[in-house]
């Protein structure tokens, strides 16, 4: 039997939800998956838990030994790639070792995008992605008085939160007025802020970080920053970069593979290469790059169709498709459910439902009698219903005025 070989850069949620997807019945004679760090795949989602002492590194390690044996698959720690040459199917790794491919996949991921300020460089300086961040935060926590996070996206609220519970005196630095932008409107922000400050966490928004400050020894001392024009010094001993990610293309592009912000793929997942795919947070999709996990599994489920799929039999394949997809967090304690456009324009329609008392928040934008976005905050009971009939496109005109309350009580109406 000739020997028939998959080979998977990168051990990442992307790789791992792949490798499920192909099950047993895939038709490789053995799977290669080459991972730069020294430990085994790990759930990154967990990574907040992680660090606040909540759960192990063992209970976040979905596979065992027997597991990957099961599938033909052989997990290669420690094996960095430094160079692909594709005429003749052959990845060396930093460490000298060789992996012959008659299909490879890039699922390299992405890393933390920290700014070019004075004393980024410094030790103390991490971002929140990986094991290593998070080592390097629990290793300090004896000495650590203070520590600031810059970002208030899901990231930085998580690793902010993780810090506090570690007894750590906690800032949240975040640019925008609006704590997690991308996933909360003011009102919602208003909600989490209270929340995070009751945790004992100092929040400060609209703010602009200008360069860190070093001691003599290099050690880092403060943290100088902008708000409404005032140039403001704060103390601290850690800085963590929640400020967004970079994919990690270098790799493809130095094999000739296009590239454009992340691995340019097809709907197929398939890149400029023949054989040659690419998933996850690394990969670029129509102009767009990812971030949130709902639509890597998309992109695995289409991938490993095709993967399994011989190129004189594609009647089987799925094309990966962009979706709204109901994004779910939990955020501070509090349940954050957002679907679609909660920002309304000119031609929308606003309901909503607050009890900032007890921290609950509802919205829906409405426009020509049919939803186009949700968020809810604290009850997110009815979101999976609000997706349905914002999925099915349904005309809610009949239930308006009991829609904001929920399922039953439009049922009731």
């Not at 922000?189 to 928004?205: K, N």
Request: glycine share 8%; proline share 3%; aromatic share 4%.
């Amino acid at each position: 039997m000739t020997d028939n070989v998959l080979v998977i850069i990168g051990n990442g949620m992307a790789s791992n939800r792949l490798l499920e997807e192909l099950g047993t019945d895939h038709p490789y004679s053995q799977i290669h998956v080459l991972s730069d760090e020294p430990i085994a795949h790990y759930n990154r989602i967990m990574l907040s838990p992680l660090l606040a002492d909540e759960t192990t590194l063992e209970a976040i390690t979905p596979h065992d030994a027997p597991w990957y044996e099961e599938h033909r698959i052989a997990i290669h720690l420690d094996h960095a790639v430094s160079t692909i040459d594709k005429s003749a199917k052959k990845i060396t790794c930093m460490n000298g070792n060789e992996f012959l491919y008659n299909a490879l996949v890039f699922a390299t991921g992405s890393r933390s995008a920290i700014p070019p300020l004075e004393g980024t460089d410094n030790r103390s300086v991490i971002g929140f992605r990986s094991m290593t961040d998070v080592d390097a935060m629990t290793t300090r926590l004896a000495e650590l008085e203070h520590a600031t996070v810059i970002g208030a996206g899901l990231l930085g609220v998580e690793a902010a939160v993780g810090l506090r519970s570690r007894g750590v005196r906690v800032t949240l630095l975040h640019r925008n007025p609006v704590l997690m932008n991308r996933q909360l409107d003011e009102t919602a922000s208003q909600l989490l802020e209270h929340e995070l400050i009751a945790r004992g966490i100092d929040v400060i928004t609209g703010a602009t970080p200008q360069r860190l400050i070093l001691t003599p020894a290099g050690d880092l001392a403060a943290l100088e920053l902008t708000k409404n024009g005032e140039l403001i010094t704060t103390p601290t001993q850690l800085v963590v970069f929640a400020t967004g990610i970079i994919p990690n293309i270098e790799l493809a592009a130095s094999a000739g593979i296009l590239t454009g912000r992340g691995i340019c793929v097809n709907s197929k997942m398939e890149t400029s290469e023949p054989n040659v795919y690419s998933l996850g947070e690394c990969c670029e999709f129509d102009g767009t790059t990812y971030g949130l996990v709902a639509p890597i599994w998309d992109q695995a489920k289409v991938l490993a169709r095709r993967l399994k799929t011989e190129d004189t039999d594609k009647s089987t394949l799925i094309d990966y498709i962009e979706r709204t997809h109901l994004t779910k967090l939990k955020v501070s304690g509090l349940d954050v459910h957002s679907i679609g456009e909660f920002d309304a324009t000119d031609d929308c329609e606003i309901l909503d439902l607050k009890d900032l008392v007890d921290g609950v928040y509802k919205k829906l934008v409405i426009r020509n009698n049919r939803i186009i976005g949700v968020l809810c905050v604290g009850d997110v009971a009815d979101s999976h219903w609000y997706f349905e009939l914002m999925s099915e496109n349904r005309d809610i005109n009949a239930i308006r005025g009991q829609l904001i309350l929920g399922q039953a009580y439009c049922a009731a109406a």
